[in-house]
């Protein structure tokens, strides 16, 4: 399975932006995505992940009813749609994917075993 992470940039805070995942290969054996993010000089941190079936979502604290994790089945791509952001949003965004479904340690990197290559998103004051 290769993911392609797309969509970060420059924004101004209070902004929104949208970044997508596309999946190729294997994508059936997949039934996780998650996207996490690596600020300067910070650990990776969970951003946001959605499970299926049964269509488990799960958001970081900061980030919920802001952001929003979504998925298009046909084009086998997940986006994480981000709203209101903030200077401490500015990451590396990653998205990733795992093989088990459901809601167990949806948050745990290590739950994830396909990762992108990352989207830069710096948001300015």
């Known amino acids: 399975v290769q993911l392609q992470a797309s969509g970060g940039g420059l924004a101004q805070a209070g902004d929104s932006l949208r970044l997508s995942c596309a999946g190729s290969g294997r994508t059936f054996s997949i039934y996780r995505t998650g996207w996490f993010r690596q600020a300067p000089g910070k650990e990776r941190e969970f951003v946001a992940a959605?499970?299926?079936?049964?269509?488990?979502?799960t958001y970081e604290d900061s980030v919920k009813g802001l952001f929003t994790i979504s998925r298009d089945n046909a084009k086998n791509t997940v986006h994480l749609q981000m709203n209101s952001l903030k200077p401490e949003d500015t990451a590396v965004y990653y998205c990733?994917?795992?093989?088990?479904?459901?809601?167990?340690?949806?948050?745990?990197?290590?739950?994830?075993?396909?990762w992108g290559q990352g989207t830069l998103v710096t948001v300015s004051s």
């Open positions: 959605l499970s299926w079936p049964g269509t488990y979502i």
């Open positions: 990733a994917a795992g093989t088990r479904g459901g809601l167990l340690n949806l948050r745990s990197p290590g739950e994830y075993v396909y």
